[in-house]
């Protein structure tokens, strides 16, 4: 066996990443949206993919970057975004002492991990070209399919538990009948021949349509002139972005090409999302 | 019927008869308490065939062990369980099984009226067959198991009326302290197997003399601490006065004749042991001497009958171990004394039990007096076993005591003056608190409502109690009388325990025997004296004289008592309760400082479990830290 | 530069992680911060792998990544559904627990 | 080039049929009807458990024939210890499943569907359809599978997938209890988020031993230990964190915090399973790597582990004195038993292998009996509704005199607990101990025994409360009562109590056999 040599290519490499992982892993201390963290962290197994084939692991960077990077991480993605994905976290501490625990034990690990391997008198280095020299990928199916069949075969029981244990504390068994769209218009018909006022047979009014900027939180206007309140949805109203039926004034305004009358500041809630969008 | 299975029939017997106690239920309720005076008396029957067995034998070959089977064979350790018959054993064996019957007998008219009275012959037979494990056991691994087996019948009897709390909670103190002395045991085992490899009575013993001195002095010393716990000796004393809470059968079957006693029956066993280390044997000297002392002390102020009778016995228990403490010399006058207290002080307990039962279960002396007119048969049985006590020439307790106190005084150098006079005090006041106990129960002014004088409380018809209870009584009673002359009598009893306890040169005591015996009985006629001018001839206070509002009258009669007070009653509630204090603040205080200590860490480390997961990680990784560090501290 | 770098380098990244579960409040976070210790074992791996010229430790590293995916479905549909119980995925709001 | 690794199939049968009866349980909960399948589930499991029962017996007369060997290209080493701690766990496991399976008042103690939100009004539609998650089964034979590897895994990467396979199900199953949910949850939750910590320390430590010896297998690192010089840092550290990976499954402090929460919140089958089962497996593995891997480093690893068996006999007696319920004085005493199990590991004596094995059959016998008897005393309101299990130890109160089997039984298990003679906890304790001092540990030995001094006055608190207290109802009606089992539970508690009076009074067989298996070969 020889010895191996490591490329000043491989150093620069490594110099450039090195430093962005540990950033990409800093956020996972420091960054308060979760979402932000997911990306980074995702970041850093790219890098750990690229170190891997660095290290001679071609097959083992590409599934780093299928498995980690592809699978993993966006599983961590999806359930960002199912539990809310501009969650952010506050950074205060709560637990006395909790700060001054985990640095110590930061710190420790951090100290102890270094001190182990650079006091290690670590033999030269020999390379896998010998190893590698049928592929990586080869190689590495030689061992697996004959040292480690038995991990990998028993492997198998962890990811059938994996799909048991997923779909049993997610997946809900239908009970009672299934309510469709041909049930809910029965269940609606029932509700108002019961004399519930709230519940409307038909559609929602649609807003109304003297639109500046946004027809969506303009009211309808009924015969009388009247707004038509349940015309808004919703969710404009609890934003409070609804606008106002324009006064006399403005509809006297409405003539003169858009621009030239008053900013449309007037209305009340553009003006909380000008501010909230330049946030 | 050979000695073999005489000695597993012994224990099988009252084993499975509790066992069909216990297992029939209520269903046995009618003819249970019958069951289970029969199988002990059986025991006691197979008890006879043994001694007979063994009689017939030359005396070299009095030891029969019994293989029952291979019990924990864990490599070298190898323990068998098997039985060890000797004449040791075997007076165990008689005295168990034969006051154990009487005592059956008697709880049958004494419990008649409890609607658990099965389940309580079921428990008396339980330790009848545990303590018959104890004394038969060929090892101290099995040993062991009839150890914690009485403790566990001792636990549930006292806590029999567990209906009162405080019942209950004596109950759990004999079983705390009881559990340190265990401990001591364990730690015992733990040392032979250490040092001999073995725990068994053949190897440890064989092995013993060549034991360093150093291992000997440590295995000695942790036998004395179990023995301590069993046998209520200082300082771990303090659970047998509240263990008087139990049924009045227990107190003297168990707190007097035979589980108290279990641990001269483990010094006296490993004498071998105690003998090959000076410093443990002079230890239990002095614990004997102190307990001996003490309990006479406390003795003296009690004025609840059975504690002051429990007092008398830890100071008869103290004599014991001090004699065990003397080496061979003293081994067979402790097993002597034990036999004779055994028959003595049940036979007292049964007294009082039966003073009890006349008295609507009034235990105060105070107000008792004059009750000799009442209860013919107890009076007199009870008399009997205060002169056994005391030490009246020609009873029992004359030849066993007095023994014991001609073998203190003898040796060399400072030990033979201490101890011999301590125990010589101690028979004075051996006499005085007996005497005191007796006076003011049967004799003097009757000091209980009777109907026509002024004494408080509800009015009382004391009576004579049933045949089956005062036969017991009157059995215990002739041995009290006749057992220790017919024993002593050319020494037929140190014989027959000659091939256990090895013969021991006989030494002269540093006085002359004649002396010691005068002084024995100048002292003891001292002390009933003494008790006889305060507690018969004059008339006993209702309340306790000390820190109780008085008439005048009766602050005269105190005036007139002063020389007695001086001398006995005031020095001993004085140093009763120092010692009650020291008790408290110092053993309950140990022992509950440990566990307050224990529960107050546990409040501590109950915060850490504060139910943040966070928390938790964090003392998992500064755990990893700390471990990292200690397994690197040496390389990096 | 050696391979020691490699190692000096999983060192960091473990002893973040480590820190993370320790300091992030968010169940997801902290698991995140289990993951990058997984994965800092798995640079060890594949260093020493090279270091000792074997494929052992790339093999074992593979197995990790197995591993690692099926930990994260349990652990997520954990942290889901305590989620949809409790509104919540805090770690110091699942508290009740304790003595 | 590459060779076909020979594949042992008969000495693969126990964990084959294990793995069979977890798959073809998934199988049922695809294809049976809902009505049969809880059925079905039962028996398919019980019959693997005992297939693989009567599968280990016939390798251990053939491994008394022709010795240990290898197995699968080296993963597994079949030898006489690894069959025994098999054996026990698959006893263990069988009368676990009995209170798992078990319906008492037609409910067993897991939730009908573990994706309701809890209190929800799809929850209700769930109880009163008589849904039930039958998944628990395979599961559980998961997770036996996974046991079952551990003891026997002779490299560290396969001890690694072995203990993620045990995990991962327990993980879910802390989670599915049929009442207080929330509770339940969490306990799942952080079970899970320490359990992945630790095995990442595990792993860290087994990266580090493949950098020190180049091979992650046992013996492999054996050899190493004396040949391979400069590297000491890394071998050490590489031991300390897989022995911690393994501490903290067995719940030593300080890796033990999960123990109480995880042990409280679970249903209570599943605590008794995992109480009993994982902490054999744990044992088994912490065994074996100890044993084979580091008896060159006993003074350096010594310290460490006796610092952590120090601790954790005090901490888990001190601790379990003032819990209030239950679940948790048990859980604590189990962490002190992880404490007195240790110096049998500490001894590195012949004799602890022994001793450790009837130890943990003892503990094992006696936790799946009282965790059984906890799930059938349950609290009832004014109306008599039953609400639950009662948790907190004044509800035991006067158990004796309502329900006195139940109250012996418990009593037999606590004392053997606490190690008194002539039950199997004595049995245990004396060999651990004996092993511990033969191995010249006197002074944890010294520690070991105050602790377990003390321990039996909380266990002898709980006797006194059953037996010699009165019972208390509640300001608010509610009362303790006993609800009867289908006779499953009945079963296993039968069996626990006497298999622990068993090896208590008459060891010999026990003991004799333990001794046979007192030998690892590498």
Not at chain 4, 259 to 287: E, H, N, R, S, W
Request: glycine letters at 10%.
């Amino acid at each position: 066996m020889t010895e191996m040599t490591i490329s000043s290519g491989e150093a620069v490499l490594f110099w450039i990443l090195a430093p962005l992982m540990v950033m990409g892993a800093l956020g996972l201390l420091f960054a308060r949206r979760t979402v932000h963290i997911a990306v980074a962290v995702a970041g850093v197994m790219v890098g750990l993919a690229v170190m891997y084939i660095a290290n001679e692991a071609t097959f083992l960077g590409v599934a780093q970057v299928v498995v980690y990077t592809g699978a993993v991480m966006m599983l961590f993605v999806f359930v960002i975004m199912l539990i809310g994905v501009d969650s952010t976290e506050s950074l205060k501490e709560t637990l006395t002492g909790q700060r001054w625990l985990a640095a110590l034990a930061g710190v420790g690990l951090l100290v102890l991990m270094g001190a182990i391997t650079t006091r290690a008198a670590l033999p030269a280095p020999v390379g896998l070209a010998e190893a590698n020299a049928d592929t990586n990928a080869v190689g590495v199916a030689r061992i697996l399919f004959s040292d480690f069949i038995f991990p990998f075969e028993l492997t198998g029981a962890l990811l059938i538990t994996a799909a048991v244990g997923a779909l049993s504390l997610t997946h809900r068994v239908r009970l009672g009948a299934k309510f469709g769209q041909k049930e809910m218009a029965a269940a609606k018909l029932k509700a108002y021949g019961a004399g519930a006022s709230s519940t409307l047979i038909t559609n929602r009014p649609n807003p109304g349509v003297y639109a500046r900027h946004n027809s969506a939180d303009m009211p309808a206007v009924d015969a009388a002139g009247e707004p038509v309140e349940a015309s808004i949805t919703t969710v404009l109203r609890i934003r409070g972005q609804e606008s106002n039926l324009p006064s006399a004034e403005e509809l006297a305004d409405a003539g003169r090409p858009y621009g030239q009358g008053e900013e449309p500041a007037a209305v009340p809630g553009a003006a909380d999302e000008r501010k909230e969008l330049e946030q | 019927m050979s000695i073999d299975l005489a000695a597993i029939l012994i224990v099988a017997v009252p084993l499975a008869s509790a066992g069909v106690l216990l297992l029939l239920g209520r269903r046995s309720d009618g003819w249970g308490h019958w069951l289970g005076v029969l199988a002990s008396a059986a025991s006691a029957v197979m008890a006879f065939v043994i001694l007979f067995g063994l009689l017939g034998r030359g005396a070299e070959d009095r030891a029969v062990d019994v293989h029952l089977f291979s019990w924990i064979p864990a490599g070298e350790l190898d323990v068998d369980a098997g039985f060890l018959v000797d004449p040791l054993s075997a007076t165990f064996l008689l005295l168990i099984t034969f006051v154990g019957t009487l005592i059956h007998v008697y709880a049958v008219a004494y419990m008649e009226h409890d609607d658990d009275r099965r389940r309580f012959f079921a428990y008396l037979n339980l330790f009848i067959a545990a303590m018959l494990i104890l004394v038969l056991a060929d090892s101290f691994a099995l040993l062991f198991v009839g150890w914690e087996g009485v403790g566990l019948a001792s636990y549930l009897l006292i806590g029999f009326w567990n209906q009162r709390t405080e019942y209950a909670v004596a109950a759990k103190k004999a079983f705390v302290m009881n559990r340190v002395g265990d401990m001591g045991l364990i730690i015992a085992m733990g040392a032979m197997f250490a040092s001999i490899g073995s725990v068994d009575f053949e190897t440890v013993f064989a092995a013993a003399p060549e034991l360093s001195e150093g291992w000997a002095t440590a295995i000695g010393i942790a036998l004395l601490i179990g023995a301590c716990g069993k046998s209520a000796q200082f300082p771990l004393q303090a659970w047998l006065g509240d263990a008087m809470a139990g049924p009045t059968p227990v107190s003297a079957l168990i707190h007097a004749a035979t589980m108290v006693t279990a641990g001269v029956y483990l010094v006296v066993r490993s004498g071998a042991i105690f003998e090959a280390s000076p410093t443990a044997q002079l230890l239990v000297v002095i614990v004997g001497a102190i307990t001996l002392v003490f309990g006479a002390i406390v003795g003296c102020a009690k004025d609840d009958i059975k504690k002051a009778l429990a007092a008398s016995t830890m100071s008869q228990i103290g004599y014991m171990m001090l004699a065990a403490g003397l080496g061979p010399i003293g081994y067979a006058f402790a097993i002597f004394h034990l036999l004779t207290h055994g028959f003595f002080k049940a036979g007292m307990f049964l007294g009082a039990g039966s003073v009890m039962h006349g008295m609507n279960d009034e235990v105060n002396m105070r107000g008792f007096g004059g009750l000799s007119r009442f209860m013919k048969v107890t009076w007199i049985t009870f008399g009997l076993g205060w002169l056994a006590i005391i030490g009246f020439p020609g009873l029992s307790g004359f030849w066993s005591k007095d023994k014991i106190i001609e073998a203190a005084f003898v040796g060399e150098g400072w030990q033979p003056w201490v101890f011999g006079m301590v125990a010589l005090l101690a028979a004075g006041l051996t006499a005085f608190y007996m005497s005191r106990l007796f006076f003011m129960t049967f004799h003097g002014k009757a000091r209980w409502n009777d109907g026509k004088n002024e004494a408080p409380g509800p009015e009382q018809h004391p009576h004579e109690s049933p045949l089956l209870m005062t036969v017991p009584m009157i059995v215990l009673a002739v041995g009290s009388l006749g057992l220790g002359a017919f024993l002593a009598f050319g020494d037929r009893f140190f014989h027959w325990l000659e091939p256990v306890t090895g013969h021991a040169e006989h030494h002269d005591p540093v006085i002359p025997i004649p002396v010691i015996m005068g002084a024995t009985v100048v002292l003891m006629l001292i002390g009933v004296l003494l008790a006889w001018r305060q507690y018969w001839a004059s008339s006993v206070p209702l309340m306790p004289p000390t820190g109780s509002v008085l008439t005048r009258a009766a602050r005269r009669d105190l005036y007139q008592d002063s020389v007695n007070e001086a001398v006995f009653a005031r020095p001993g509630t004085h140093t009763v309760r120092t010692l009650t204090y020291a008790d408290t603040a110092v053993v309950d205080g140990a022992v509950n400082g440990l566990g307050a200590g224990a529960v107050g860490l546990g409040e501590r480390l109950r915060k850490l479990q504060n139910g943040h997961v966070r928390s938790y990680s964090a003392a998992m990784s500064v755990g990893v830290v700390l471990v990292l560090v200690i397994v690197l501290v040496a390389r990096i | 530069m050696s391979i020691l770098n490699y190692l000096v380098l999983s060192g960091i990244l473990f002893a973040i992680g480590g820190t993370a579960v320790l300091v992030r409040r968010n169940a997801i976070v902290a698991f995140m911060g289990v993951e990058l210790m997984l994965n800092a074992a798995n640079l060890t791996l594949v260093t020493f792998a090279r270091m000792h010229g074997d494929l052992t430790g790339q093999v074992i590293a593979f197995f990790v990544m197995v591993v690692a995916a099926a930990e994260v479905v349990i652990g997520l549909a954990i942290i889901v559904s305590i989620f949809r119980t409790r509104g919540s995925a805090s770690l110091d709001d699942a508290s009740l627990l304790k003595s | 080039m590459f060779v076909a690794p020979h594949i042992e199939w008969a000495a693969l049968s126990p964990v084959l049929i294990l793995l069979g009866a977890a798959v073809i349980g998934v199988l049922v909960e695809a294809f049976v009807p809902r009505g049969s399948r809880r059925l079905v589930q039962v028996v398919v499991a019980a019959l693997a458990l005992g297939g693989a029962l009567v599968a280990v017996t016939w390798r251990w007369t053939v491994v008394q024939q022709d010795g240990p060997s290898s197995l699968v290209a080296g993963a597994l080493r079949e030898d006489a210890p690894a069959l025994l701690f098999q054996a026990i766990l698959l006893i263990l496991a069988l009368l676990a499943l009995l209170v798992i399976a078990d319906r008492a008042r037609g409910e067993d103690a897991f939730t009908p569907t573990a994706s309701a939100i809890p209190g929800s009004e799809y929850e209700g539609q769930a109880r009163r359809a008589g849904l039930a998650q039958t998944e628990v089964f395979p599961l559980t034979m998961f997770a036996v599978t996974g046991m079952l590897v551990f003891p026997a895994a002779a490299d560290l990467l396969t001890m690694f997938i072995a203990l993620e396979v045990l995990s991962l199900p327990l993980y879910l199953l802390a989670g599915m209890a049929r009442r207080r949910r929330l509770v339940s949850q969490e306990a799942s939750l952080k079970y899970f988020l320490l359990g992945a910590f630790s095995s990442a320390f595990f792993l860290m430590g087994l990266a580090l031993l493949y950098g020190y010896a180049g091979s992650v297998h046992l013996a492999d690192i054996a050899t190493a230990v004396p040949l391979v010089s400069g590297m000491d840092g890394l071998l050490l550290a590489g031991s300390a964190l897989v022995i911690i990976g393994l501490l903290f499954k067995v719940g030593a402090v300080p890796f033990h915090s999960w123990t109480p929460d995880v042990y409280q919140g679970a249903p209570t089958p599943i605590t008794g399973f995992m109480a009993a089962c994982t902490k054999v497996a744990a044992f088994a593995a912490l065994l074996r790597f100890v044993y084979v891997v580091t008896p060159g480093l006993g003074w350096d690893l010594a310290p460490f582990l006796w610092i952590v068996a120090i601790l954790t006999m005090v901490v888990g007696t001190v601790l379990a004195i003032v819990q209030t319920d239950m679940k948790r004085t048990l859980a604590y005493s189990s962490v002190a038993h992880a404490g007195f199990l240790l110096l049998g590991i500490i001894a590195l004596d012949e004799r602890g292998i022994s001793g450790i094995l009837v130890y943990l059959l003892a503990y094992g016998l006696a936790t799946v009996g009282a965790f059984a008897l906890v799930t059938l005393v349950r609290t009832k309101d004014a109306e008599g509704n039953l609400v639950g299990e009662a948790g907190h130890l004044s509800e035991w109160a006067g158990l004796g005199r309502r329900s006195p089997v139940l109250a012996v039984c418990f009593a037999l298990f606590l004392l053997s607990f606490a190690g008194i003679p002539l039950t199997a906890g004595f049995t245990g304790k004396f060999a651990v101990f004996g092993a511990a001092v033969a191995g010249g540990d006197w002074p944890l030995v010294v520690i070991a025994v105050l602790a377990s001094a003390a321990a039996a006055f909380f266990y002898v608190r709980i006797i006194v409360l059953m037996f010699f207290t009165e019972p208390a109802t509640g300001e608010d009606g509610s009362a303790t009562t006993v609800v009867r089992s289908e006779g499953l539970t009945a079963v296993a508690v039968v069996v626990c109590a006497v298999g622990t009076v068993l090896v208590g009074v008459v060891p010999t067989a026990v003991l004799a056999v333990a001794a046979q298996a007192s030998k690892f070969l590498l």
